[in-house]
């Protein structure tokens, strides 16, 4: 198990101890070691999920990569070579962005997350749902961009493959011109080999 929400991690923990009857394996809790640095201040800090990330793209042999994941947060994490959690970037997520933009203001209402493909018709919203539509994918796109090019300024990460992860990424993919590769279930298959290693 890799999480990040210590309330979900108790009852996932539960569930598979009262339904299965195996015990759990839990990054950062009773796997404390992945084979891979994490080169920032404070290591204990670093995200279960992105640690994990960080070790698959090692062992697909896709580092040295910038892991953009599209959860609850969208994150941006420089891998090495060989495979060492280099710190990284942490963003709203797309959802989340979407929830607070409802949840704060009394006139928009709720709208969901939609590709944009054609930027000539959809940049400029018309109406109130379509002028959020907008804001939303492509205020995203211009971030996620603009955060690359920042990231890929800094000469030793110039060369780095991008690769998109989590739910929303292929949401994206038509709109972003700079990511290298989508591996939709990354964490997954980091956790699957963690497990077999």
């Known amino acids: 198990i890799a999480s990040v ?3 979900t991690l108790v009852n ?3 569930l598979i101890n009262k339904y299965f009857n195996v015990k759990s394996l839990v990054v950062n809790e009773n796997i404390l070691d992945l084979g891979i640095n994490v080169n920032i201040d404070n290591p204990k800090e670093a995200g279960a999920d992105r640690l994990v990330n960080s070790y698959a793209a090692y062992k697909l042999k896709i580092s040295p990569a910038i892991i953009i994941d599209f959860g609850t947060a969208t994150t941006f994490d420089i891998v090495g070579k060989n495979g060492s959690y280099n710190g ?3 963003a709203p997520g797309v959802n989340l962005s979407l929830e607070a933009l409802y949840l704060a203001t009394a006139n928009l209402p709720k709208v969901s997350l939609r590709t944009l493909v054609d930027t000539n018709s959809s940049i400029i919203g018309k109406n ?3 002028a959020m539509e907008s804001g939303i994918f ?7 961009e603009g955060l690359i090019e920042k990231i890929k300024s800094v000469d030793k990460y110039s060369n780095y493959k991008v690769v998109a992860t989590g739910g929303l990424s292929n949401l994206f993919k038509k709109s972003l ?3 290298d590769l989508i591996v939709d279930d990354l964490t997954l298959i980091g956790l699957v080999k963690l497990y077999l290693n």
């Open 5 to 7: 929400v210590p309330e």
């Open 12 to 14: 996932i923990k539960s």
């Open 88 to 90: 990284g970037i942490i």
């Open 128 to 130: 109130t749902v379509s």
């Open 138 to 144: 492509w205020g995203y796109v211009s971030m996620i």
């Open 177 to 179: 011109n700079n990511i």
